[in-house]
């Protein structure tokens, strides 16, 4: 599932970062360095990871 609050483009890797518990900072960075697989990669993901449902964030 997608990051609701840890986004910076579209909460691929915050989602992936909240999911196997890391930092969402050390998830970008690998995305960075590996940029022409991962490019393909992300755009995939972020068709195909479901956004948060709304509710669950909201009190």
Known sequence: MKSEFN???SGV???IAN???L???FVRVIFLIFIP???II???LA???PDPPS???KK
């Open 7 to 9: 986004r910076s483009i």
């Open 13 to 15: 890797c915050g989602g």
């Open 19 to 21: 999911y196997f518990e």
């Open 23 to 25: 930092s969402a900072l």
């Open 37 to 39: 697989a991962n490019l």
């Open 42 to 44: 992300y755009m995939i």
């Open 47 to 49: 068709n195909i990871i």
């Open 55 to 57: 509710s669950l964030y």
